[in-house]
């Protein structure tokens, strides 16, 4: 790993894609919460302990890896009408502050690019945990992520009318990030 001064003092960590998930809540006909996960994840951290401001992450999500328990809905979900995996195959996010919070939690904005669409967005952070070595002598840390959009800001508009008002799919979107990375 170079030393630049953005990452000076920097560990280089991989995601474990068999051991990180990437899932989202939304609101479906305004009465419950409809959930769905994404397995392909990957990219990498380079975390500087001591100043945590000094650390970037990168990772993509392979869309193809969704799964909402319910094949017909994963297809239209991969359709052109959302994520249009065949044009979009990958969610990818680019960090561009992290900063600490009082009680100690990390706040890490960049940008998520979604469906050929970029914004900044900001995730709230828990960890990373303490290094932790496994029984193969790797070492790991972890951490929790959570963020919400608005699905509509990324392009994915598509939605239905309800007989009794409202809408089929709710517009703001939850994102919760489970992580495992291993020090490369």
Do not use: C
Not at 57 to 84: C, G, M, N, P, Y
């Amino acid at each position: 790993m170079s030393t630049t001064p953005q990452n000076a003092g920097a560990s280089t960590w991989s995601i474990d894609p068999v051991h990180s998930i990437a899932e989202f809540r939304v609101k479906h006909m305004m009465i419950s919460s409809v959930r769905g996960q994404f397995t392909g994840v990957s990219g990498t951290l380079a975390y500087n302990e001591s100043d945590a401001a000094q650390s970037h992450v990168e990772a993509t999500i392979d869309v193809s890896t969704l799964d909402t328990h319910d094949a017909q809905r994963d297809a239209h979900l991969k359709s052109s009408d959302f994520f249009d995996a065949e044009k979009f195959p990958r969610f990818s996010f680019k960090s561009t502050r992290v900063t600490r919070r009082a009680n100690g939690a990390l706040t890490v904005a960049g940008t998520l690019t979604m469906h050929g669409t970029s914004k900044e967005v900001e995730f709230q952070v828990e960890g990373p945990t303490p290094p932790t070595k496994d029984p193969w002598g790797n070492t790991r840390i972890g951490v929790a992520a959570t963020t919400k959009i608005n699905r509509k800001d990324f392009g994915l508009s598509w939605n239905a009318a309800l007989e009794t008002g409202g809408v089929l799919i709710g517009e703001d979107v939850s994102i919760t990030l489970e992580l495992e990375f291993v020090r490369s």
